[in-house]
C-alpha cells in the first residue's frame, strides 16, 4: 500500500525557512496530485499549496504566495514545500496529500501523510 513520509519540520525564527518533503513509496500507476494541508487546534484543515499533474498545474493559499513554493520529484516520487520568510501564522501541522491511481483500471485513492509540525516563533 502506499505510504506517504514526511521530513523537514521544526522551530524556525519568523522570517526564517524550512524545506518540506514528503516521498510516496508503494506501486503508484498515477499520481494525478499532491499537496500541502495544514491545521491548527480548534480550525479546519486547510490547502496550503498543490500540483495538479494532468494540467501541471500549481495553486497556493493566498496567505502563502510569494513565500511558499511547490516542486516535485517524480523520478523519486517526492513533493516539497519551501517556505521562506515564515510568519507565526504559518504555526501548523503540515500534512502531506496525495491522489493515487495504484492501477490503470482502479479508481482514484486519497492517502494522507503523519504530519509534520512547523513552529514559527521567536
Known amino acids: 500500500q502506499v505510504q506517504l513520509v514526511e521530513s523537514g519540520g521544526g522551530l524556525v525564527q519568523p522570517g526564517g525557512s524550512l524545506r518540506l518533503s514528503c516521498a510516496a513509496s508503494?506501486?503508484?500507476?498515477?499520481?494525478?496530485?499532491m499537496g500541502w494541508y495544514r491545521q491548527t487546534p480548534g480550525r479546519q484543515r486547510e490547502l496550503v499549496a498543490a500540483?495538479?499533474?494532468?494540467?501541471?498545474?500549481?495553486i497556493y493559499a493566498d496567505s502563502v504566495k510569494g513565500r511558499f513554493t511547490i516542486s516535485k520529484n517524480d523520478a523519486k516520487n517526492t513533493m516539497y514545500l519551501h517556505m521562506n520568510d515564515l510568519k507565526p501564522e504559518d504555526t501548523a501541522v503540515y500534512y502531506c496529500?496525495?491522489?493515487?491511481?495504484?492501477?490503470?483500471?482502479?479508481?482514484?485513492?486519497?492517502?494522507w501523510g503523519q504530519g509534520v509540525q512547523v513552529t514559527v516563533s521567536s
Open positions: 496529500n496525495a491522489l493515487i491511481q495504484a492501477d490503470l483500471f482502479d479508481d482514484e485513492t486519497e492517502f
Open positions: 508503494g506501486y503508484i500507476f498515477s499520481l494525478n496530485a
Open positions: 500540483v495538479v499533474n494532468r494540467s501541471d498545474t500549481t
